[in-house]
C-alpha cells in the first residue's frame, strides 16, 4: 500500500512567486493535514480537511495561504506570493479517522530567497 | 493553548544504553503521540496513546494522564535509533484546533 505522497520533495522560489504543494494522502483515508515547520521552532498545525470540506483552518498564516482538496482524494497548499518567512518543511498527513494514528508525507523543502 | 515541553533537547548515549525522553504538557489531552523523524527523512508514527502504556520492539510509551507528562524509552540502543523524537498532544474534541500541537523535539544520537 502507498503511503502519504508529497511533490515536489524540494522548491526554490523568489520572494513573490507563486508555489504549489501537492499530497496524495493514503486512500480511503478522509483526514487531511498540513503542518509546517519553520528553522529552529517545532511543527505547527496548518489545517485540517475531512474529505473535501476543511474542518479546521485555524492554523493558516495569512490569507497568502490557499488550500484545496477538491473531490476528497489529494490536496493542494499554494502560496502566494510567497514571502522569506515562508520557507520551511512542509508535511502533509492522513488518517482514516479523526483522532485516529497519523501517517505524515515525507514534506516539501520550500526555500523562498 | 496547550504547551508541550520536551527534555532534554540533546542526548547523546553510547550503544546499549537505556535512554529515556519527556515530555509534559499543560492542558488535558485526548490523545498523546510519539513521532520518529531520521536525518533527511519523513515523520514516523512511533506510538498513539491516551493511558497507561504501549511497547513495540525496543520502545517502550508512557503516559500518567493525572501528572501530564508522558516517557518514551529505548532498550539496548542502537545507532539506527539516532533521529529526532517528537511528542505531540491532541486537545479534547471541540476544544480547538484539530490538529496536534508538537513538542520542539529530542535530537538523539548513538555512538556505537
Known amino acids: 500500500e502507498a503511503g502519504v505522497t508529497q511533490f515536489p520533495s524540494h522548491s526554490v522560489i523568489e520572494k513573490g512567486q507563486t508555489v504549489t504543494l501537492r499530497c496524495d494522502p493514503i486512500s480511503g483515508h478522509d483526514n487531511l493535514y498540513w503542518y509546517r515547520r519553520v528553522m529552529g521552532k517545532e511543527i505547527k498545525f496548518l489545517l485540517h480537511?475531512?474529505?473535501?470540506?476543511?474542518?479546521?483552518e485555524s492554523g493558516m498564516p495569512n490569507n497568502r495561504f490557499l488550500a484545496e482538496r477538491t473531490g476528497g482524494t489529494y490536496s493542494t497548499l499554494k502560496v502566494q506570493p510567497a514571502e522569506l518567512e515562508d520557507s520551511g518543511v512542509y508535511f502533509c498527513?492522513?488518517?482514516?479517522?479523526?483522532?485516529?494514528?497519523?501517517?505524515f508525507g515525507s514534506g516539501t523543502q520550500l526555500s523562498v530567497l | 493553548k496547550n504547551e508541550v515541553e520536551q527534555s532534554p533537547q540533546n542526548l547523546t548515549a553510547q550503544e546499549g544504553e537505556f535512554i529515556t525522553i519527556n515530555c509534559s504538557y499543560s492542558?488535558?489531552?485526548?490523545?498523546l503521540h510519539w513521532l520518529q523523524q531520521h536525518p533527511g527523512g519523513g515523520i514516523v508514527s512511533l506510538f498513539m496513546?491516551?493511558?497507561g502504556k504501549k511497547k513495540h520492539g525496543r520502545l517502550i510509551a508512557t503516559i500518567n494522564i493525572q501528572e501530564k507528562h508522558s516517557s518514551l524509552h529505548i532498550t539496548a540502543s542502537h545507532p539506527r535509533d539516532s533521529a529526532v523524537y517528537i511528542c505531540?498532544?491532541?486537545?479534547?474534541?471541540?476544544?480547538?484546533?484539530?490538529?496536534?500541537?508538537f513538542g520542539k523535539g529530542t535530537h538523539l544520537i548513538i555512538q556505537p
Open positions: 505531540a498532544v491532541r486537545g479534547h474534541s471541540g476544544g480547538g484546533a484539530d490538529g496536534l500541537t
Open positions: 496513546l491516551s493511558s
Open positions: 498527513a492522513s488518517s482514516p479517522l479523526r483522532e485516529g494514528k497519523l501517517f
Open positions: 492542558v488535558g489531552i485526548s490523545a
Open positions: 480537511f475531512v474529505k473535501e470540506s476543511k474542518q479546521d
